[in-house]
């Protein structure tokens, strides 16, 4: 993929701002300590099968480290969202061929799942990985400018008749290690089983109950 110079995105909000459905369950420091985490985790992954450019993309320095320690690029924004983060970040890296962009928080992620992303982008130039809520996982776009991101409520749909409206060839995939990110505890003990080693030790630190595997 290194000759289709593509770059890979990964916001992170403000874990005390942005996990605030997980407050009934952590408190601020333990969020924070989670989306450390997830973040280490996902860079793993990604490290795994990409070796070009990464950007995190956050209004925090609490990532700068996790960042760093897998090569990855700092770019601070101003936290005012999800969706203002990947536009800074796509902006950035509007003159590079592709960029897949990423939340933070999936820690489940495979690296055989995002390289066939990666591959992906080689054939069409929207690429999605819609999430099991309606949401959107994994968005590639080649170049970085080619269609306006919709992150949100029903995003996937949105990229969906944005691709179709502006013409453009979309290739979907649905994929388990990239079909949830965590917002809420149920989507923790969901995806509890299939996260990396630093979400599963923070989890084990934080006494989260590991659900039981089916029959």
């Known amino acids: 993929m290194d000759a289709l110079n593509v770059v890979v995105i990964v916001a992170v909000q403000d874990a005390s701002r942005a996990k605030s459905r997980l ?44 960042a760093h320690k897998h090569q990855a690029e700092v770019l601070r924004d101003p936290g005012s969202g999800y969706l203002p983060a990947v536009m800074l970040g796509l902006a950035h890296v509007a003159n590079n061929g592709a960029a897949l962009v990423l939340p933070g928080d999936l820690p489940q992620a495979r690296g055989e799942d995002l390289a066939a992303l990666l591959e992906a982008l080689r054939h069409a130039p929207v690429v999605l990985a819609p999430s099991v809520d309606g949401g959107t996982c994994a ?59 630093a979400t599963a030790a923070i989890l084990d630190q934080l006494q989260i109950v590991r659900p039981r595997p089916n029959p």
Do not use: C
């Open 139 to 197: 968005l590639g776009l080649r170049p970085p400018g080619v269609l306006t991101p919709a992150f949100g409520l029903d995003s996937a749909n949105r990229h969906r008749e944005a691709a179709r409206a502006a013409g453009l060839q979309m290739r979907e995939f649905h994929l388990p290690s990239l079909s949830r990110d965590v917002d809420t505890i149920e989507d923790l003990k969901a995806v509890w089983p299939h996260v990396g080693g």
């Open 23 to 66: 407050a009934a369950h952590l408190d601020p420091g333990q969020r924070h300590s989670l989306v450390q985490a997830m973040l280490d985790d996902l860079l793993t992954a990604v490290r795994e099968v990409h070796a070009g450019l990464v950007f995190v993309v956050s209004p925090v320095t609490g990532y700068d480290a996790v």
